[in-house]
């Protein structure tokens, strides 16, 4: 039966691994498991059987040898929806490490082990399939994000990618890589995954040419690409049953051809490794995924030393906006390209064409985009169109603010941010932050309709998460036009 340790825990070689005082310990081979104060539909009981699987199936040595002693944190705490798999994680994560010799590990559910004092114990945190984590603000988020930033890792599996989604998390959001945006690929199947980096320290072991598991996945929205992650292992969005479903729909909805599943990143000091794969439970006895998982434990512990910085790259439509600009704009002219129409449809010749290098909020101001268009529009309708890409000249996360009557629409690397008409003028925000990165270029599309005299028309930067409103500018980037 369930055993409630009060103040010091004592474990045998092979016995369970540590919990932390006041905490329920995890079930003994065959027992029910539970998670304290947490609804649990039913977790996997760990038998013998499973037992037996996991470790024929365990490497017998580190992938690097540690350069000390290592502690593991394996938080399994969620908040709603709870993965079957957790417990099968946790006793997977312990015998890898005996087996290994490269950590030994105690598990907590309790967000009071967010301490720095209590974390400092430890080298590297797993979140174990956590879901909707509550993390309380303060000093527990701090505690995370100092932890991490000064030298220490984290690790993800699974539903942890489902995490600090809300506004007030953007900066855990930040640090993991982004927040999950829905789950197009079912637990129940057979999906194609594409190894992004063969010769990388974790992923050399995977087939080069790309391997098949039956697994769930996530996908991201755009926040989180090479942009902002180094991506080891992707979906192969070129097999046919994993673009697309049944009935020949696109399984998710980015439009960029990327869906990353593995990936680590810098946060600070720091190492973050996220796996997306452990919602099956024989994930957690097969082969390459233990590999996989002491790997990425051993970079994110710090023994396994990787290049962990973000390998730049420029989408394809931006590709090909800025080869076009430069054809018929060889001298870099700064801007957006403007069209304007005198009708409410974006139809027939324009009756002006302009550049306009920034959105400022006073209308007929010199930096406004209207004080040469407005002799020749007329007094009804007015829509206008501006397009190019814009070339951050910092990195940091924002989202785009566009100020407008009566309607706004801005599409972002060929993604809908912002679409809005009605009769006041007020802030809207993108649907998504964007993680700038100095000198990657994003392509810019906006539409903009007057139904009467008295434009009004703004676009900023939002930062996040403060919330900080930046007018753009030489300091903060530049504007190429399109050449179309």
Known sequence: MMKKIITVVLVALGAVPAVLANEAAPAQSGEEPKIPGIMVPELTKVTPEIITKIAADCPAKPVAVPERPRRLLIFSRCENFTHHSISVAEKALTLLGEQTKAWSADISYDYAVFDAAKLAAYDAIVLN???????????????????????????????????????????????MGGCSAGHPWGH?????????????????????????MKDAMY????????????????????????????????????????????????????????????????????????????????????????????????SPS???????????????????????????????????????ITFNPVVNSPSSPFPAATPLLGPEYVTARFTGTFIPKESGEYKFVANADDYVGLWVNDVEEIAWSGHTAKDRFSTHSFNLVKGVPLTIHMDYRQDKLGYKLTLRLAHQPDGEQIDFGPSVGEFIPTSD
């Not at 309380?136 to 932890?147: C, I, S, V």
């Not at 001298?331 to 069209?339: C, D, P, V």
Request: hydrophobic residues 40%; glycine residues 8%; proline residues 5%.
């Open 188 to 212: 129940y199947l057979t999906w194609r995954f594409k190894v992004e980096e063969p010769q990388y320290p974790l992923t050399a072991h995977l087939n080069p040419d790309g391997f098949t």
């Open 219 to 314: 996908q991201f929205d755009t926040r989180t690409g090479r942009h902002n992650v180094r991506v080891l292992v992707s979906m192969d969005m070129s097999d046919l049953a994993t673009a697309k479903d049944e009935n020949g729909k696109p399984r998710g909805f980015r439009t960029d051809g990327l869906n990353p599943v593995v990936w680590v990143r810098q946060e600070g000091k720091g190492r973050v490794f996220v796996n997306c794969f452990g919602n099956n439970d024989e994930i957690f006895w097969n082969a390459s995924m233990l590999q996989l998982n002491l790997a990425g434990i051993q970079y994110a512990l710090g023994d396994l030393k990787a290049d962990d910085a973000v390998v730049a790259h420029v």
């Open 318 to 356: 931006a590709t090909v906006a800025l080869a076009k600009a430069a054809e018929v704009n060889p001298a870099g002219n700064a801007g957006l390209r403007a069209r304007w129409w005198n009708n409410n449809s974006f139809t027939g010749a324009p009756v002006l064409t302009n550049v306009v």
């Open 129 to 175: 399939n956590c879901q909707n984590l509550d993390m309380p603000p303060g000093a527990p988020r701090e505690a995370l994000l100092d932890f991490v930033r000064n030298g220490k890792g984290i690790v993800a599996l699974h539903s942890a990618v489902d995490n600090f989604g809300a506004d007030d998390l953007a900066e855990l959001r930040g640090m």
